[in-house]
C-alpha cells in the first residue's frame, strides 16, 4: 500500500477563486450530460465547484431536460478544439475530454467577467504549449523567485498542490510541463532509471486529468551517468540501445510521458559535440529511441562559447544559434522540436527576435520564452512580459510573402515558469498574469495583452473598475518603465553577475560569457552590422538592411545594434547620453507613478494582497533608484557629461 | 569507552620532514636527561625522533654520562624562556618544559641548516602567538585555499594530524590556535555548551602536549542562541550570569583553554551596539567572566558600516577602527586584548599601518596578519607576506620617542590560518613560508624574512645551494611582483566582489562595503587628507602630514591617500597612468621570472612537489595576463591614453 501524502493546502488559487457573481443566467442552474473521459469529468467538476462559488448550485440533469442547461457533449475525435454554442435557452459546450475542460473554463472565465453568453469556438495555435520549469530535486529551483520547488523536495512529490497546478495551467489553456530543470544535476538525474517512477506516475497521473503532459529534461550524457557505459556518442551503438531500453521502460511505465527535453552542449552541460558530432546527429538518435512511443524530443539551441576571452572582439555570442543550428535546417527527425529563446541572446529586457526562427524552414520550431523574471526584476519588481511576447510573435521575418510571422514560423511555445510554493505561486501577485497571459497567447497570439491583463485582473481582483483600469494600466506601462531605468537601448547585461538582480555596468564585462558594451569614454556598445560582426546578416535583407542602418535601426535596439559615440544625435535631437540620462531619471519617476497607482487601491483589495504587493513596489523603488543612480554615475565618470536638465548625477 | 578515531596519515609533515645529514655532531649520539612534564618530554620524543632522521641514534644516558651529549635541564619557572649553551663537548637545553620544546626544536633547525653549536638564549616577543582558524563546523574554511578543516567534520575532531599540526606550531614558536570561524556559525555555536566537550578536550589536550593553548570563538549572543535569554545585553545580570556559568564549566571541563576569540558588531554578527553599549562594556563583561579561569578575551576591532551607501562620498571606511576604539583606550579589563587588522582596511596587498595601533597606550592589543591568500593571490599565486609582516612590525608610529615601532607596541600577534587538509596543509607548498615565516617573526620581530625564506627552503626542500637561493629569491620578489600585476598603488578592492581572486576594477564601485576609487575618466582614487575624509589626521603629527602630503606620501600608498589625475607626474617624471602601464606589464614579466626560475630546479627536487608548484606557477601567470590585462584596458577605455611603449592594450 502506498502511504497517502497529506499536505496542507496553503496557497491562493490565483484566478481560479471565482467570486459571488450577482446574477448568473438561468442555465447556470443545470448541467446535463456525463463525460465518459477524465477530463471531460474533470470539466463537469470544475463546472460545478465553479458555479457554485460564482452562487448558483448546478443541479446534474438527464438527458431529456428542457429547461435551459449547460450541455456537455462529448466528441473523442476532436482533438483541443472546444466549441461553446446556444443550445434551447442554454449552452452546449462541445469537444473531446480536454476540449471539454477548455470549453468549461473559458465558459467560467467569460461568467466571471459579466458576459452570459459566451459562444467560442477555437482550437489551439500550437500542439504543445508548456512551461518549463528550473526545478531542481533538491527542492530548489535555479532563477526561481517565488519560494521552493513543489515538483521536487529531494525527490519528486504529489500533492492536492500538483492538482491545482494542473487546474491553473488548463484553465489558461497550457497542456504540458516539464517538471525538473534543463540542468540536470544530482538525483534529478535518476527520474530516467531510479525508484521514483511512482512518485513520477502519480504527478503525470494528475496532470492527465487536466490535459496536461509530463515531460522531463534529462541528461544527454546519462548512458555513462546512469547506465555505465564509456560514452554518450549518439552513433555507438550501445548507447543508442540504452535510450531506447530506458525509453522503452519509462514510456510504459508512465502512459502521459509526452517526452523529453534537452540542453546538450550548453554551458558545460555534456552534448554531441563532445564526440565530434552534430546537434541533428545528438537530437536525432534520442528522437529515435523516443519516437515508438509517441514521444517528442525538445532540442535546446542556446549552444554558445560560454568560455570566450573578452580580448576577443570577433566572436558574437548573438551569432551563436544560426551559426551552429540554421545549416542544420531539414536535418532533424519529425518528433525533434527546437527550442529557441526569443531573442539571440538571453532573455534581456530589450533584444531583436531572433534570426534562427527565420531559418527553419523544415524543422519544428518551438519558441522559448521566460516568465520566470531572471532579467526584469524577478518578480520583485513588476514586469509584465505579455506585450513583448505578443511584439515578437507578430514580428515580420521578411523571409516570406505571407505567414511571415513569428507566431506563423513556430510549432509550439514553451515559457521558463516564474512559479514556487510561495503562498501566490509567483512571489510578485502580479507576476501571475504573466503565467496567465502566456497561456492565452501560446493557445491563440492573436490575443490581446490589454484585455489579457484586463481579464486577468478581474478574476484575480474582482470587478471593481477602478481595480481593473488601475491593474491594467500599471501592467501595460511595466515593462517600458522596467526598461526605462535599467539597461539602456537593447545594449544589455549591466546586471550584477552571478544573481542577476540589480545593476554592474562593468560586472561582465571581463567575463567569459560574451556580454560586452566595450564602452571608453568616448564610445558604447558592439557594432553588429557588417563592419563589425555581421550578425545583422543572419536576418533577411530587408531586415538585415535596417539593423545595420544606424538611421533606421529601431531606437530601442540602438546599443545593441551598433557602437555608438555618447554624443551621437537620436532622431529627437537629444543625445544619446542625453537620452539614457533622461530614461533613467524619467524611468523611476514612472515606476514611481505605478506604485503611486497601486497605494491608491487601498480599501479595495484583499489588505493581505494590497500589503504584499505594496512591498515588492518599496523594492522595486529602492532598486529603480539604484539602477538610475548607477547607470547614470558610471556614464557621468566616464564622459563628465553632466545632464542637461542639471537633475541630480551623483559624482 | 571512547571509539578510537584512526585516521589515515594522508600529508606531508613541511619542515619538520628532517632529512639525513652526512655528518652530525658527536654530542647528538646522547641524550642526559628525563624531563618531568609533557611538554618536557615532547621535547625529549623530537629530539630522539629528529636525530635519528638525521642519521643519529641517540641513546638515552644516565647523569653520571661524561661523554658529550645533549643535556636536558628543565626548570619549570622560565616560562617560555629557552637556552642552548655548551657543555662538556655537548649541549645543555634549559627550560621549562615549554623552553625544552623550543630549544629541542631550533637545535633540530640548526642541525639540518649545518650549524653544529647552536648557543642560543631567547624568550618570545610576545605572550601570545597564534593562529586563528575560519573553520567551520561543517568542515568548510571561509577563505580556506588548502582543503577542509582537519579540525571539524560536522563536529570537532582530533586525529593524529591535531598533533603534527601542534608540532608544527610549536616548531616555529607558536603557542596558541583559535579553531573555529570568527563569523560563528550552525553548529559551531555548540562549541560552548553543546555535547562537544569530549572532542573538544582531547584536542585540546593533543596541542597542549606541545604547548599550544586552544582558543574558540564565540557569539557575542550566545546567551539568546544558547541560553534561551531574550537578550545579550552585557549588563544585564542574568546575561553576565550566563557567561559566568557557561565559563565556568567551559574552563573546568578543558584545562588548556585559554580564552574567547569574538567577532562582535562587525559584517552582520551580533555585538553589544545592538544593545546601546560601548565595544568597553561587551568585551569586559565577556572578560569578567573568564577572568577567574585566567582565561583572556580577544576582541577584534573589525567594527565598520558594511551597508554603506555608495553614494555617500563622506563616511571612509579606513576611518573607522580608530572612530570606533581610540576613544575607548584604557577602558578594557587587563585581560582583554583588541585584535587589530595590520592595516585600516582588511589585508589588501598594501595598505598603510592601522592607526588604531598608535592609539591604545593603556589597552592590550594583539596584531592579526593574514597568511591565508584572501587577497594576496588565496595560495595559488606565490606570495610571501613575511616581508610585509616586517615592514608593518618594525614601522614608527611616530607617537612616542622610544619604543615606537608597530613590534614594540602590541602586546600579542596572530594571524589566519592558511592550512587545510590538504596534502601539502597549505594549497600552494611554498605558501607554507608564510606560516613558518609568521611564527618566527611573532617570536623574534627582529628576525629577517629573507633569513627565514633561506631556512625554510633548507628545511623543506633540502641542502642544495641553487635551490635554497632559487626558493629564497622567488619569496623575497614574490609580494612586490604580486603588487603590481594587481591593485595598483594601494588602491585596494580591485577584486571580483565575493571570492576575491581575479580582477574586476568596478567590482566593488556601487556596493555596500565602502570599499571605492570613484574613476572618473580624469581622476581617481579617494582623497583621504584633510581636505578628503581626513583619515590621515588619525595618525601622529608628523606621519598625518606626511601621507597628507602628495609630494612626501609613498608612492606605493599614493592611490590609497589620495585622488589624483591620470597625468600626475610620479618623481621618476612618469605618469601616474605610465606607471600604472608599466607596473602591470612588468609585473606580469616579473612573475614568469618566478616561474621560470622554478622551472630550473627541475631534477632538484621531489618531482611530487615540483610538480605541484609548476601547475601553481601556470594558474598564477594566468591570472597574471588577466589582471594586467583588465586593469590596463581599463584604464585605457577610461582614458583612451596609450602605452607609451607601445606595448599590446586590448581595446
Known amino acids: 500500500m502506498q502511504p497517502k501524502v497529506v499536505i496542507f493546502v496553503d496557497y491562493s488559487l490565483l484566478w481560479l477563486d471565482w467570486r459571488k457573481k450577482s446574477e448568473l443566467p438561468e ?39 428542457t429547461r435551459p442547461a449547460i450541455h456537455l457533449t462529448e466528441h473523442p475525435g476532436s482533438d483541443e478544439k472546444a466549441t461553446i454554442r446556444r443550445c434551447c435557452d442554454g449552452l452546449e459546450i462541445l469537444g473531446s475530454g480536454r476540449g471539454l475542460l477548455y470549453g468549461a473554463f473559458h465558459l467560467l472565465r467569460r461568467l466571471a467577467l459579466g458576459d452570459s453568453f459566451p459562444e467560442w469556438e477555437s482550437s489551439p495555435a500550437y500542439p504543445i504549449r508548456m512551461l518549463d520549469h528550473w526545478d531542481n530535486a533538491d527542492g530548489s529551483i535555479e532563477r526561481g523567485y517565488a519560494g521552493h520547488s513543489f515538483f521536487f523536495n529531494g525527490k519528486p512529490v504529489c500533492s492536492e498542490r500538483t492538482r491545482d497546478y494542473a487546474r491553473l495551467l488548463a484553465s489558461c489553456g497550457l497542456n504540458g510541463c516539464c517538471i525538473n530543470n534543463v540542468n540536470v544535476h544530482g538525483s534529478a538525474l535518476m527520474l530516467l532509471t531510479g525508484g521514483y517512477q511512482r512518485e513520477l506516475k502519480r504527478i503525470s497521473s494528475t496532470l492527465a486529468e487536466y490535459g496536461v503532459s509530463l515531460w522531463i529534461s534529462v541528461s544527454f ?233 484586463a481579464e486577468w485582473s478581474v478574476l484575480t481582483f474582482g470587478d471593481d473598475p477602478m481595480v481593473t483600469e488601475t491593474v491594467t494600466g500599471i501592467l501595460m506601462r511595466s515593462r517600458n518603465v522596467y526598461e526605462k531605468y535599467t539597461v539602456p537601448l537593447g545594449i544589455g547585461w549591466m546586471c550584477v553577475p552571478g544573481n542577476h538582480y540589480g545593476p554592474s555596468p562593468e560586472g561582465y564585462e571581463y567575463d567569459r560569457w560574451g556580454t560586452y558594451h566595450r564602452a571608453t569614454h568616448k564610445e558604447i556598445g558592439v557594432e553588429r552590422g557588417p563592419g563589425g560582426t555581421g550578425f545583422t546578416e543572419q536576418y533577411s535583407t530587408g531586415l538585415a538592411a535596417k539593423y545595420a542602418s544606424i538611421e533606421d535601426c529601431p531606437e530601442e535596439l540602438l546599443l545593441f545594434f551598433h557602437r555608438l559615440p555618447y554624443d551621437h544625435p537620436m532622431k529627437d535631437g537629444r543625445t544619446l547620453l542625453q537620452r539614457i540620462y533622461d530614461d533613467h531619471f524619467e524611468g523611476y519617476e514612472e515606476a514611481k507613478g505605478l506604485s503611486d497607482a497601486w497605494d491608491r487601491l487601498g480599501g479595495r483589495l484583499d489588505p493581505a494582497v494590497y500589503d504584499r504587493v505594496r512591498d515588492r513596489f518599496r523594492e522595486q523603488l529602492r532598486c529603480a533608484a539604484e539602477w538610475r543612480d548607477v547607470i547614470n554615475t558610471w556614464l557621468y565618470r566616464l564622459t563628465l557629461i553632466p545632464d542637461e536638465k542639471g537633475r541630480r548625477i551623483y559624482p
Open 221 to 453: 550524457s546519462s548512458p555513462i551517468e546512469l547506465g555505465g557505459l564509456q560514452t554518450a556518442d549518439p552513433l555507438d551503438p550501445a548507447v543508442q540501445q540504452w535510450w531506447k531500453d530506458t525509453s522503452a521502460r519509462l514510456f510504459a511505465e508512465i502512459p502521459n510521458l509526452a517526452g523529453f527535453l534537452v540542453k546538450a552542449d550548453s554551458e558545460g552541460r555534456p552534448g554531441p559535440h563532445t564526440y565530434g558530432r552534430t546537434q541533428a546527429e545528438g537530437a536525432n538518435m534520442l528522437a529515435e529511441a523516443i519516437e515508438p512511443f509517441g514521444g517528442k524530443l525538445l532540442w535546446r539551441c542556446f549552444v554558445y562559447n560560454c568560455t570566450q576571452d573578452w580580448r576577443d572582439t570577433k566572436t558574437d555570442r548573438a551569432r551563436a544559434q544560426c551559426d551552429h543550428f540554421a545549416p542544420l535546417d531539414g536535418k532533424f527527425r519529425e518528433n525533434v522540436y527546437l527550442q529557441i529563446k526569443n531573442g539571440p541572446v538571453d532573455f534581456q529586457i530589450r533584444e531583436p527576435v531572433s534570426p534562427l526562427l527565420g531559418h527553419l524552414e523544415h524543422t519544428n520550431s518551438m519558441i522559448e520564452f521566460q516568465i520566470a523574471q531572471e532579467y526584469t526584476g524577478q518578480q520583485r519588481h513588476v514586469c509584465y512580459l505579455v506585450p513583448m511576447f505578443k511584439e515578437i510573435l507578430d514580428f515580420h521575418l521578411e523571409h516570406k510573402p505571407e505567414r511571415d510571422k513569428v507566431s506563423e514560423n513556430i510549432s509550439a511555445a514553451c515559457a521558463v515558469s516564474n512559479t514556487g510554493d510561495d503562498f501566490n505561486w509567483t512571489g510578485h501577485d502580479l507576476a501571475a498574469a504573466n503565467l496567465f497571459g502566456f497561456g492565452l497567447l501560446s493557445w491563440d497570439p492573436t490575443a490581446d495583452p490589454a484585455e489579457i491583463a
Open 27 to 65: 442555465y447556470t442552474k443545470r448541467i446535463v450530460g456525463r463525460p465518459a473521459t477524465r477530463q471531460g469529468k474533470a470539466a463537469l467538476r470544475e463546472l460545478l465547484s465553479g458555479l457554485k462559488a460564482m452562487g448558483s448550485e448546478p443541479e446534474e440533469c438527464g438527458k431529456g431536460e
